[in-house]
């Protein structure tokens, strides 16, 4: 659907929420775009921080005079925050120019924007430089360096658009990543209790309310809480818990290619597992390794492969 404007689009649907054909129409428009979705929830915390505030005549030549003297300032602080305003009008969401919200019958929450903008343009300008994701349906992102995220519903995603650091955060939901190689630069999924550490891979992470859980499909990746640290290569998948325990992944491998055990087995323990002969590579095996010292874990390998 086309919104000619987005501000003004979204504010409307704010102070209506019980009319059901605009609340229709909005989450049809959110669901066009990631830069909808991200306007629309800066939008949504000022008119929830201004909802408190009374509702108090606004005039629009008084309040911009006011607000053009603090910032007209010479101290460095407002400098500062001039820098700031200049750069959240160049890097506002596509289609959208105006930096500020339309003078309409609810003008009175651009005057809250007015009264609040000097102390709170770090935090709004801060936010503008991220891209928020929030997924309503399953949703397939492509991020700046070619890698691909696939997002369930439910799922909430942020990064900062320029990727100079590979980091994306996910606060909550479900989706799989697939990360483009690059050598220089690790690539970095923040969750809220953990850390995956990408190095060169395809996995797939789901965060609950109680736990997180990393489940590698192809590669190897570090999984990091504030007390411990794993390396997960195929097949493996490790759990933390609400708790921040990092749970040992299941050393359980049915109908297994032997090379890929080994390889699972060796980033696991942390020493070199090898095979007997390298002709038992694509040899299959089915076996359970869970609680075994690297050295019974190496015996039983060998013991498999050589009936």
């Not at 991200?38 to 008119?47: C, R």
């Not at 369930?152 to 990360?179: K, N, W």
């Not at 097949?235 to 818990?241: D, F, I």
Request: glycine letters at 4%; proline letters at 5%; charged letters at 20%.
């Amino acid at each position: 659907m086309r919104v000619d404007d987005p501000r003004e689009f979204i504010i409307d649907c704010l102070s209506d929420p019980a009319n059901t054909a605009k609340q229709a129409a909005l989450g049809q428009w959110l669901q066009q775009s990631a830069a909808n979705r991200m306007l629309y929830a800066e939008l949504k915390q000022l008119w929830d921080a201004a909802a408190d505030m009374p509702p108090t005549p606004f005039n629009r030549e008084e309040e911009w005079q006011a607000l053009s003297q603090q910032i007209s300032d010479p101290s460095a602080h407002v400098v500062e925050l001039k820098r700031e305003i200049a750069s959240s009008t160049r890097e506002e969401a596509p289609g959208v120019t105006a930096p500020f919200l339309p003078f309409t019958k609810y003008a009175w929450v651009a005057a809250s924007l007015s009264l609040i903008v000097v102390t709170g343009i770090y935090l709004w300008t801060a936010r503008e430089q991220h891209i928020a994701i929030h997924a309503l349906k399953v949703e397939r992102v492509t991020l700046p360096d070619g890698s691909t995220i696939q997002a369930q519903p439910a799922t909430t995603l942020e990064y900062d658009p320029a990727f100079t650091r590979r980091c994306v955060s996910l606060t909550q939901g479900e989706a799989y990543f697939s990360i483009s190689p690059d050598e220089k630069r690790t690539f970095i999924v923040q969750l809220p209790r953990s850390t995956v550490t990408v190095l060169g891979t395809s996995f797939h992470v789901k965060v609950s309310g109680t736990t997180e859980k990393v489940d590698v499909r192809e590669g190897k990746v570090r999984l990091t809480t504030h007390t411990d640290t794993l390396i997960l290569t195929r097949g493996l998948a490790a759990q933390v818990t609400s708790a921040g325990k990092l749970l040992q992944p299941n050393l359980s491998f049915t109908n297994e290619e032997a090379g890929t055990v080994a390889t699972a087995l060796s980033a696991y323990f942390q020493v070199n597992i090898t095979l007997p002969d390298s002709t038992f590579r694509k040899k299959k095996i089915t076996a359970n390794f869970q609680n075994m010292s690297a050295k019974e874990v190496q015996q039983v390998l060998n013991a498999l492969l050589e009936q």
